[in-house]
């Protein structure tokens, strides 16, 4: 610092010389103004021009007073020295000793040193001699080294160059890839600065294009082996799996082999399998087939990084295999074929779950799935083509059973089946067709030649065998005398034993598809109502209707369909016991053919009627009545007695007939007699009554209501056949108890004559003429009796005119025409089996009565009788008057003498 302040103050020295007059002023006046100066000046580090630069520049310094605060500073730093100087003084003089000191111990080291190099130039000069030999050495034991190391870097990639060469010679591709592999990742690196090491990471990828091919070329044959050996894979894993079902089910009684699986699940059939020497836990252990090609492929592709590709090879090679497994190229007319067929698919598909589950990302589980999926829709379409031309129910059921078999293999391989039991189900519509036409063929053969007489057993032995095959539930063996006879014909028992055998071929074929028992038992029982509806039933009602059966036959057929209607309560039981199904609550469906027997029996029963209405028309057309005889009769007539007589034959043969029937029969019967007779008494063929007809005709009548009333079939209280032949009766009673005037009163024929119309009254007075002995009027001379008949005659026909439909209907009779045989039997086409409908029968009547339905009809009812009247008088004038005396009963002048009298009331 004190330099600094030298340096300074000389160079203001010089230049203040000159502007030291001019200045002026008290120095002091700026002091403070210079220490900061001062401080730049001191404690400064660069060039002190600026600050002296600063100073001259200024007009505010005083550059004379500058200089004079830079002497005062340069006089306070020397006073600093001086003192800092006496104060160490001493320490420097010691200081200047001790170097003195030191000098002469430098100078006797460097003596001792230079001898110690003399020695050592000394030793070393032979040492010098051998270091050109030690540096040759040197450089070659580093040379030895290096080599050392390039051998080591080279030997094992020639070595593992070489051993994957001979591992491809050998093929042992896998091996092969994991050498190289194994050279490119540890060895190849260090060499790569040789030529030899570069043309051997060259050779290397044209090595892995060598085991990439090689490796598909095996793929390739294991394709081949597996589309070969797909049929004899799936042949043997389906017989091991039918072994597997016997096996299982050698315990069990009514269950064949495959049924015994239907209700076991996946794992239990590979639990099950594990004691089979074919069903091993192992997929692979039971294909005869060598998968290590496509494990090898797959791991040499793995190693590859090309598994991509390698699986797209593999699936498109398997899907066009698929398509010709699932698709056969031959017809499958046989049941090997369709064996082979299902075999192959086996086969296909165990390969597939068995690379699935064996390998890691070739194929997956959506892929298989796919497969199948088209496999099975595939399977649908061609069964339902190639089954259509089977036509044996023996086929179906074999080729139901290899399929069952192909479901039960498939399942053990946890594939989905539900859709085969669909393809089970749509050949079992077909099967069931064909079954439907065997069983009706045979129903149809036991009812054709069914002679419809009761079933005589001679012995007991033949009862016993009998009873096992038909269920019937009679008194014991023991209690039974024999010949015995059976209610029923051979028809009964032969077509429960058809039906039974159908049952059993429908369960057959269902009852080990995969169905639950219920779903068996439904589809058993529709089957069964499918045959006994549209075959049983409807033959039975074609025999009834086409062939001409007797009374006695069509009997036995009435009461076949009610031991048939028995029997379908026994088929129920029979297929529950083969479905194993038990409870009315568990059958949805129920043998509803007992309708259908109905309906037949109802047939054979209208039948019955027929041929005996037909019997009494036949009796009744030998009828040949003289209704105005000489004499009375004094029995009734022939036809009428053997006619009764046969009716009571007939119904005495009849006793099988169910009572109901006979009691349908036997009224049915009574009314058609009752209205024939009805219509002959009102026959046109009639020209003339008199009483002695009249009482012959009671004869009948009453023979009729004698017939009604001793009869065995109906309870003998009942009133009901007496009330058939009641209009009968209230005719011939009105004139034999001369009774007409009571029978005009509306309210007294109601009460007595309810059954009898007034137009057959009518009729019958029209036609009288009694010329026997017995006189009608007893006072015939008398004018007022002739009147009197008049005044009938016209209120009767005014009676008529004005009958309201409700009390014409009543009485239901016929007038005019005699009604025809067919439409006479029209009443009888409703059955009355009940007793309750017994008691609601109509009085007996015709069917043809023509009632006025509205005014017109009375119109002209009311001129059809007055045409009558007019054509009567007309003929009164033309034949004389003795006829009319002769009606009347009085002489001709009465009669003429009426006739002026009343001639207003005969113009009316």
Request: proline share 3%.
């Amino acid at each position: 610092r004190r330099d600094r302040f030298f340096l300074i103050h000389g160079s203001m020295t010089t230049a203040t010389t000159t502007t030291a007059v001019t200045s002026g002023g008290d120095v002091r006046t700026h002091s403070r103004d210079y220490s900061v100066l001062m401080s730049e000046v001191i404690n400064g580090d660069g060039s002190i021009v600026p600050t002296l630069r600063a100073v001259f520049d200024s007009r505010s310094f005083d550059v004379n007073n500058f200089v004079s605060a830079l002497d005062d500073q340069i006089h306070g730093l020397d006073r600093q020295i001086e003192g800092l100087c006496s104060n160490h003084s001493q320490g420097f003089v010691d200081a200047i000793d001790e170097v003195r000191t030191l000098k002469d111990h430098t100078r006797s080291l460097q003596t001792r040193l230079n001898h110690v190099s003399s020695l050592v130039d000394q030793a070393g000069s032979s040492l010098q001699l051998s270091q050109a030999a030690l540096a040759r050495e040197r450089r070659r034991q580093y040379n030895i080294l290096r080599t050392i190391k390039a051998f080591n870097e080279c030997v094992p990639v020639l070595r593992l160059y070489t051993k994957a060469e001979t591992q491809i010679k050998n093929g042992q591709y896998y091996s092969a890839i994991k050498t190289l592999e194994e050279l490119e990742s540890t060895h190849i690196a260090p060499v790569l600065k040789y030529s030899f090491g570069r043309q051997i990471h060259l050779q290397s990828v044209f090595i892995r294009e060598q085991v990439q091919e090689k490796a598909f070329q095996a793929m390739h044959s294991f394709l081949a082996e597996a589309r070969e050996k797909a049929q004899e894979i799936g042949s043997v894993a389906m017989k091991e799996v039918r072994e597997a079902a016997k096996k299982l089910s050698s315990n069990t009684k009514h269950m064949d082999s495959l049924s015994s699986l239907s209700s076991m699940s996946s794992d239990e059939l590979r639990r099950a399998s594990q004691d089979e020497p074919s069903l091993s836990s192992s997929p692979t252990t039971n294909l005869n087939i060598d998968f290590a090609p496509i494990y090898s492929c797959w791991h040499i592709c793995t190693v590859l990084d090309v598994t991509a590709e390698c699986a797209a090879y593999y699936k498109v090679e398997r899907r066009k295999q698929a398509q010709l497994v699932i698709h056969p190229s031959n017809c499958l007319t046989s049941v090997s074929s369709i064996q082979d067929y299902f075999s192959q698919l086996a086969g296909f598909f165990l390969i597939e779950e068995t690379v699935l589950s064996t390998t890691e990302g070739l194929v997956s589980k959506q892929y298989v799935d796919e497969l199948w999926h088209l496999a099975l829709t595939t399977i649908s379409v061609v069964m339902d083509k190639e089954m259509m031309k089977c036509s044996t129910a023996s086929m179906f059921r074999d080729v139901k059973d290899i399929i069952v078999t192909f479901r039960h293999t498939l399942m053990a391989y946890d594939f989905s089946v539900g859709r085969i039991v669909d393809i089970l189900l749509q050949i079992r519509d077909r099967y069931q067709s064909v079954l439907f036409s065997t069983s009706s063929e045979s129903l149809r053969g036991i009812l054709f030649s069914d002679n419809y007489t009761q079933i005589v057993i001679a012995t007991s032995e033949q009862y016993e065998q009998f009873i096992e095959n038909y269920p019937w539930k009679d008194t014991p063996v023991e209690d039974i005398s024999f010949p015995h006879v059976l209610p029923f014909s051979d028809a009964v028992p032969n077509i429960f034993f058809e039906l039974k055998q159908f049952i059993y071929m429908s369960f057959i074929f269902v009852r080990d598809i995969g169905l639950s028992n219920t779903e068996v038992d439904e589809l058993v029982r529709q089957s069964t109502n499918n045959l006994l509806s549209k075959v049983l039933g409807n033959t039975m009602t074609m025999i009834v209707q086409e062939r001409r059966l007797s009374l006695l036959q069509l009997t036995q057929l009435s009461v076949n369909t009610a031991h048939l209607e028995d029997a379908c309560h026994l088929l129920e039981t029979h297929i529950s016991s083969l479905t194993r199904t038990r409870g009315d609550s568990v059958h949805v469906t129920r043998l509803y053919a007992a309708t259908d027997f109905k309906d037949a029996r109802t047939e054979a029963e209208k039948k019955i009627i027929e041929l005996l209405v037909d019997q009494i028309d036949q009796f009744l057309e030998l009828a040949d009545y003289e209704w105005a005889p000489a004499k009375p009769k004094i029995e009734s007539s022939s036809y009428i007695f053997d006619l009764l007589a046969y009716l009571t034959t007939k119904f005495a043969t009849l006793t099988n007939l169910p009572q109901e029937v006979a009691i349908q029969a036997y009224f049915q019967t009574c009314k058609h007699l009752c209205s024939e007779l009805l219509g002959l008494v009102q026959s046109n063929e009639i020209k003339r009554v008199n009483m002695n007809g009249i009482q012959g005709f009671e004869l009948d009548v009453k023979l009729c209501e004698e017939y009604a009333s001793s009869s065995t079939v109906v309870d003998a209280n009942d009133t009901l056949l007496l009330d058939i032949f009641a209009s009968l009766r209230q005719l011939v009673d009105v004139f034999m108890m001369n009774d007409l005037e009571s029978y005009v009163n509306e309210t007294l024929r109601q009460e007595k004559y309810p059954n009898l119309p007034p137009r057959i009254v009518l009729l019958w007075l029209e036609k009288f003429d009694d010329s026997s002995d017995r006189k009608f009027f007893r006072s015939s001379k008398d004018r007022k009796s002739a009147k009197f008949i008049e005044s009938i005659v016209r209120r009767l026909k005014a009676q008529m005119v004005g009958i309201p439909l409700s009390e014409s209907c009543e009485g239901d009779m016929i007038v005019g025409n005699a009604p025809s045989r067919s439409t006479a039997t029209t009443n009888m086409d409703v059955p009355m089996t009940e007793r309750t409908v017994l008691s609601t029968i109509p009085r007996p009547s015709t069917t043809n009565e023509i009632l006025p339905k509205d005014l017109t009809d009375a119109l002209r009812i009311h001129q059809q009788q007055q045409h009558e009247d007019d054509t009567r008088d007309t003929l009164l004038q033309s034949v004389g008057q003795n006829s009319v005396i002769s009606l009347y009963g009085g002489d001709e002048e009465e009669v003429i003498e009426s006739e002026d009298e009343d001639d207003d009331e005969l113009e009316l």
